[in-house]
C-alpha cells in the first residue's frame, strides 16, 4: 500500500466553481500534513499546512481527519491559475521525512 | 526566485558517462535534500543532509553518490546510470529538518539516461 495516496484527476473545473479532493495516508503516527503546489515543469511549492482544526488561506481551505486518515482541500471560486497538481505531504518522522503522494491534477477552464 | 539553484537544468548522458549535479541555496538553510521525481509518481526522497552530514540514504544505488561540503551547496554525483533512471532530480533546502516541513526546491535538472 502507498504511504499517500490521491486521485490522479485530472479535476476540470469551470472558472468560478468548487472543487475538492481528498488524499488518505497509511501511516497512523503521522504528524504534519501539507499541500504543496506543482505547476507543469516546475518545483513543488508549499502551498497550506493542514491543522487538526482545518483552517483556511483564502480560497483554500484544509481539513484533517486522523481517524480516517485523510485530508482534503477544497478551493472555491477557482481561478484559471488554479490550474496546477497539488501534492499531499505528510510528515512521518522528527527528522522531517516528508513522504508526498503523486498528486491531484486541477484543470480550471474558462 | 533565486533561493535554490540547480545545474544543469537539463542532461543527456550515456550510460556509460560521469556527470555531476548542483545545487546551492541561498537562504541560509542547514538541511539539504535530494529526490527523484519520475512521471505520474511520487517524489522520492534519496538524500538528507544536516549541516553537511549525511543523515537519511534512502536504499538508493550507489550509482547515486551525493557530495555535500558546506551547508549551502549539494552534489549527485552520476555514473553507469540505467535508462530507468531518467528522471527530474530536484534539490530542496529547509531551516533544519526536524522543521523541514517548508523545503524550498529548486527548479530542478531533467536527466535522461540513453
Known amino acids: 500500500r502507498k504511504e499517500v495516496e490521491q486521485d490522479p484527476g485530472p479535476f476540470n473545473v469551470p472558472e468560478g466553481a468548487t472543487v475538492a479532493f481528498n488524499c488518505t495516508y497509511s501511516n497512523s503516527a503521522s504528524q504534519s500534513f501539507f499541500w504543496y503546489r506543482q505547476d507543469c515543469r516546475k518545483e513543488p511549492k508549499l502551498l497550506m499546512s493542514?491543522?487538526?482544526s482545518g483552517n483556511e488561506d483564502g480560497r483554500f481551505t484544509a481539513q484533517l481527519n486522523r481517524a480516517s486518515q485523510y485530508i482534503s482541500l477544497l478551493i472555491r471560486d477557482s481561478k484559471l491559475s488554479d490550474s496546477a497538481t497539488y501534492l499531499c505531504?505528510?510528515?512521518?518522522?522528527?527528522?522531517?521525512?516528508?513522504?508526498f503522494g503523486a498528486g491531484t491534477q486541477v484543470v480550471v477552464t474558462p | 526566485e533565486t533561493g535554490v539553484t540547480q545545474t544543469p537544468r537539463h542532461l543527456v548522458m550515456g550510460m556509460t558517462n560521469k556527470k555531476s549535479l548542483k545545487c546551492e541555496q541561498h537562504?541560509?538553510?542547514?538541511?539539504m535534500y535530494w529526490y527523484k521525481q519520475s512521471a505520474k509518481k511520487p517524489l522520492e526522497l534519496m538524500f538528507v543532509?544536516?549541516?553537511?552530514?549525511?543523515?537519511e540514504n534512502n536504499s538508493v544505488p550507489s550509482r547515486f553518490s551525493p557530495e555535500c561540503p558546506n551547508s549551502s551547496h549539494l552534489f549527485l554525483h552520476l555514473h553507469t546510470l540505467q535508462p530507468e533512471d531518467s528522471a527530474l532530480y530536484l534539490c530542496a533546502s529547509s531551516q533544519n529538518p526536524g522543521q523541514s516541513y517548508e523545503q524550498y526546491f529548486g527548479p530542478g535538472t531533467r536527466l535522461t539516461v540513453t
Open positions: 505531504v505528510v510528515k512521518t518522522d522528527s527528522w522531517g521525512k516528508l513522504q
Open positions: 543532509y544536516s549541516l553537511e552530514e549525511r543523515v
Open positions: 493542514v491543522y487538526s
Open positions: 537562504l541560509g538553510h542547514n538541511a
